[in-house]
């Protein structure tokens, strides 16, 4: 009966053959970093102006309906695709 407490050599058939079994540790520690860099604070600052300065132009009957939405189309575009070319850019298929 002890002897199924006994250790072996041989590892049991759960256990990653492929694993890494080194006594060194990982560095848990390292800096990490995206794959492509994010939008900064500045860069959302600036579209949220943009938005801000738009909606207060149409209010304010300087720019008319049809540029408005244009300018609307091409913020929302930019929404819209921005993760797809995010993430275009770090499969490598852009």
Not at 23 to 52: C, F, H, N
Not at 66 to 93: F, M, P, S, V, W
Request: hydrophobic share 40%.
């Amino acid at each position: 009966m002890l002897a199924a407490c006994a250790s072996s050599s041989e590892a049991p058939a759960t256990v990653n053959a492929g694993a890494n079994r080194a006594a060194v540790y990982p560095d848990i520690t390292a800096v990490v970093t995206a794959e492509t860099q994010q939008m900064s604070d500045e860069e959302a600052a600036d579209y949220g102006a943009r938005l801000t300065a738009l909606s207060h132009r149409r209010k304010s009957g300087a720019i008319s309906e049809a540029e408005y939405r244009r300018q609307l189309a091409e913020l929302q575009a930019l929404r819209d695709n921005h993760g797809k070319a995010a993430l275009a850019e770090i499969e490598g298929t852009k």
